[in-house]
């Protein structure tokens, strides 16, 4: 139980376009989804904390007109990248928490997409 | 917000000896600590927690001691095997505030 699916895996992009990466929760309902980015040899930091129906909450320094998040139901959260750009090439990670059954505290990861913008 | 410093950066071991990780944090509403291991490309692996109303827990040959006074909570591994090398990241969560945050990492080499 308490899969978290992420696509795509790995995608490339050129710089000036977006980039749009799913995150699923295939088994139970995610009211917290989670985003994060990571740069090789670093820790995970946390870009935004999104719940079902509401606007995501960034972090201090994420911009949020460049990082949109969507959470539009209790099993998808989207991430675009928009204008990228070489710096944003990364490891983006999400992850998803839920109220009910299992562990209110835990969060469940996502495999991550490596993004890699030229 | 929560600061979570976490050291040694790097830690290297022999087959069969013990790994101690320490984190600190800053925020005392942080409620739940839990500690992932994370091999290359792959995603976080949480392989134990520990909530703020319980002082130790263990699983195995690893166990999580809190100390809520002093703000710092640690991962202990005995018995170390190759396959414990990866990076482990602490985390803390806020819980009324719905986040986590991660420790910077340490890179735990076992050598056989």
């Known amino acids: 139980g308490a899969v978290v699916s992420q696509h795509p895996s790995w995608v490339i992009c050129k710089s000036g376009t977006s980039v749009k990466i799913e995150c699923r929760s295939l088994?139970?309902?995610?009211?917290?989804m989670f985003w994060y980015r990571q740069f090789p040899k670093q820790s995970l930091m946390l870009m935004a904390t999104?719940?079902?129906?509401?606007?995501?909450?960034?972090e201090q320094g994420v911009e949020k007109d460049k990082f949109l998040i969507n959470h539009a139901s209790l099993t998808l959260s989207t991430l675009t990248v928009t204008s990228a750009h070489p710096e944003d090439s990364s490891f983006y990670i999400c992850?998803?928490?839920?109220?009910?059954?299992?562990?209110?505290?835990?969060?469940?990861f996502g495999p991550g997409t490596r993004l890699t913008v030229t | 917000g929560e600061n979570v410093e976490q050291h040694p950066s790097t830690l290297s071991v022999q087959e069969g000896d013990s790994a101690v990780i320490k984190c600190t944090y800053s925020?005392?509403?942080?409620?739940?600590f839990p500690w992932y291991k994370q091999e290359l490309g792959k995603r976080p692996q949480l392989i134990i927690d520990?909530?703020?109303?319980?002082g130790e827990k263990k699983d195995q040959r690893i166990a999580v001691t809190l100390n809520k006074t002093a703000k710092h909570f640690s991962l202990h591994i005995t018995e170390t095997q190759p396959e414990d090398s990866a990076v482990y990241f602490c985390?803390?969560?806020?819980?009324?505030?719905?986040?986590?945050?991660f420790g910077s990492g340490t890179k735990l080499n076992v050598k056989p």
């Open positions: 992850s998803a928490s839920t109220l009910w059954g299992g562990s209110a505290y835990e969060q469940y």
């Open positions: 088994d139970f309902q995610a009211t917290t």
């Open positions: 999104s719940n079902e129906g509401s606007k995501a909450t960034y």
């Open positions: 925020d005392s509403a942080s409620n739940y």
């Open positions: 520990i909530r703020s109303n319980v």
């Open positions: 985390a803390a969560r806020i819980y009324n505030f719905n986040k986590f945050y």
